[in-house]
């Protein structure tokens, strides 16, 4: 059975900076795509940033505008892991913050139906 669970969301003041980690087990997703959504009171769940298998050992990383310039992806195949460093945190990056793997090889992915596992999700506040 595949499992994703995220950890390190929490409180933090605006400009600071958080670490979520998303460890996955039950099979590696080395060259799939693997991502972190998020979903705001009120609003639908969105793409942030995802990660991709262009060849060999490279993986390319790709993120929404809201975020681009202070979120980066990473992904450390050996530990079967994805994390995501989030600075300059600001009030609207308020969330629920998902991990999402998908077993579709290739392409940049930036919508929830082409993620096949989903983690249950980890808070992130972002205070004024």
């Known amino acids: 059975q595949v499992q994703l669970v995220e950890s390190g969301g929490g409180l933090v003041q605006a400009g600071g900076s958080l670490r979520l980690s998303c460890a996955v087990s039950g099979r590696t997703f080395t060259n799939y795509p693997m991502a972190w959504f998020r979903q705001a009171p009120g609003k639908e769940r969105e793409f942030v940033a995802g990660?991709?298998?262009?060849?060999?050992?490279?993986?390319?990383?790709y993120y929404s505008d809201s975020v681009k310039g202070r979120f980066t992806i990473s992904r450390d195949n050996a530990k079967n892991t994805v994390s995501l460093q989030m600075n300059s945190l600001k009030p609207e990056d308020t969330a629920v913050y998902y991990c999402?793997?998908?077993?579709?090889?290739?392409?940049?992915?930036?919508?929830?139906?082409?993620?096949?596992?989903w983690g249950q999700g980890t808070q992130v506040t972002v205070s004024s």
């Open positions: 999402a793997a998908s077993s579709k090889r290739g392409g940049y992915l930036y919508t929830e139906s082409m993620y096949h596992y």
């Open positions: 990660t991709s298998w262009i060849g060999g050992s490279t993986y390319s990383g």
